[in-house]
């Protein structure tokens, strides 16, 4: 398997490549939009793994023209910390998968194999659990039970994406507010309460028997059961 690594952030290639290589995979990294462009179009490789913000061109347009010649090249882009709207973006221009930063490697990894195996041809997955999945192209939360649909903010999306990437397991609230914030943004570090309150109405409104429910000392988990 060869795959093309386009991410500016040398430190976070050079690991990337590392990891990559002990999967074996063979890893040919450039650096800018332009060089990820060339490589991707002259090349043969099974996926690409692209990075939005790039010194030149950027990620979508390097992803735009990808599939205005190669339809089939499967493309996990990645970007940093998962604004929705980068993602519909994303999506909307023809990546496979889209992984917010920070990522765990093994989310990598398991991303990396699913858009190979499929090929490319496959849509983003469906991430839900109990009677709830989100609806990433409107940044929606649907309940299966009810049929009931609602908009989610963008930090309630992010961060119902969490519950649902993680079903029944108590994550710690630095855990959430490190994935959801970032390591940098004091100024909402104390809101994280807020927006579980707004979620916990939210999957009132839509009549879900999923909740959201607080370990105290320890974090919040999502209860899929009971
Ligand atoms: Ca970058």
């Known amino acids: 398997m060869r795959v093309l690594l386009v991410e500016d952030e040398k430190r976070l290639s050079a690991a990337l490549r590392k990891l990559l290589q002990q999967e074996r995979y063979e890893v040919d990294a450039v650096y800018t939009g332009l060089d990820g462009l060339d490589y991707a ?24 023209r990808v599939r205005a010649e190669k339809m089939s090249l499967p ?14 973006r994303g999506l909307e221009s023809g990546a496979d998968y889209y ?11 398991a991303c990396l194999k699913t858009i190979t195996r499929r090929g490319g041809v496959a849509p983003q997955m469906t991430l839900g659990a109990g009677d709830v999945e989100l609806v990433p192209q409107e940044a929606r939360l649907k309940c299966t ?24 397991q108590i994550l710690e609230k630095e855990t959430i507010q490190e994935r959801v914030w970032g390591y940098d943004s004091e100024a909402e570090y104390n809101n994280l309460e807020v927006y579980i309150s707004f979620l916990r109405k939210k999957l009132t409104f839509l009549g879900s028997a999923v909740r959201i429910r607080v370990s105290r000392g320890l974090g919040y ?4 059961e009971g």
Do not use: C, H, W
């Not at 992984?99 to 990894?109: G, Q, S, V, Y």
């Not at 988990?221 to 899929?224: K, N, P, R, T, Y």
């Open 221 to 224: 988990a999502l209860e899929v």
């Open 145 to 168: 039970a009810t049929g009931k649909e609602i908009r989610l903010g963008a930090k309630e999306y992010q961060l119902m994406e969490l519950f649902l990437r993680n079903p029944g």
């Open 41 to 64: 179009l002259t090349g043969s490789y099974d996926a690409m793994i692209l990075d939005v913000m790039l010194p030149g061109m950027d990620g979508f347009e390097v992803l735009r």
């Open 75 to 88: 493309v996990l882009m990645l970007t940093a910390r998962g604004d929705v709207t980068d993602r519909v």
């Open 99 to 109: 992984l917010p930063k920070p990522f765990d490697t093994a989310e990598l990894m």
